[in-house]
């Protein structure tokens, strides 16, 4: 019976964001996506596609989303929105960063890239542009990629803290107490791999289109690159969406070292009250504002 009603209710739900897609005026962008995207089927083969076209997305969106907040250092104006105004970012810590980069993205998630054709075949995910998801569907499989990630990524994240293994894995990631945007997929070798896991579980569970791949890339590095950005940006569209964790949610894991082990949405923290010491902190910083007013 419960059964019944929620395939009912997820039905209407269905049903009503068609009718207002209907209603929605005609995406000028739609035509030229399709022709680039038939172009790209007929020059290039699956392999190519998902293999170095999937690291091509990577590459070109990590770096274009890090710009913003890269920029941002050199413009007086933003510093009143940088979280730790005490600790300006370095030409030093940033090559350093840009370094471990290069090896991460290339020798460990290269060769994870080069296994997605591969699971394309074997699951026979479609690549045409006849089968690809309508934009509401292809956001709501991404949104349960999110929850799925988030989830993974809070007990292995807080694991990861456990005094017998953060000093091992976890602490390289930890080193800028003050985090930037580039400094997203900074990390171990073995943490790229075990937190990157919640990334492709939600894949395989929900991909019925290659386009869900790099739609979902997308959205996981826009909101990886936002909360290291060290800014609090009071505009920031991400702020709108419900339980959106945020760049002062983890700013103050990296000031701490502790609490706040989710990645993108903010329940698990507060089920398991490890964000009990930000509450604190975010409480105890209105007052002084309100103080110094």
Known sequence: MATNESISIFSSASLAVEYVDSLLPENPLQEPFKNAWNYMLNNYTKFQIATWGSLIVHEVLYFLFCLPGFLFQFIPYMKKYKIQKDKPETWENQWKCFKVLLFN???IQLPLICGTYYFTEYFNIP????????????????????VIE????YFLHRLLHHKRIYKHIHKIHHEFQAPFGMEAEYAHPLETLILGTGFFIGIMLLCDHVILLWAWVTIRLIETIDVHSGYDIPLNPLNLIPFYAGSRHHDFHHMNFIGNYASTF????????????????????????????
């Open 266 to 293: 903010t329940w698990w923290d507060r089920l398991f009250g490890t964000d009990s010491q930000f509450i604190a902190y975010i409480e105890k910083t209105k007052k002084v504002e309100k103080k110094t007013e």
């Open 127 to 146: 690549y045409d542009w006849e089968t690809m998801p309508r934009w509401y569907m292809l956001l709501a499989r991404c949104f349960g990629c999110a």
């Open 150 to 153: 988030d989830t993974w990524h």
């Open 105 to 107: 993205h290339f020798c």
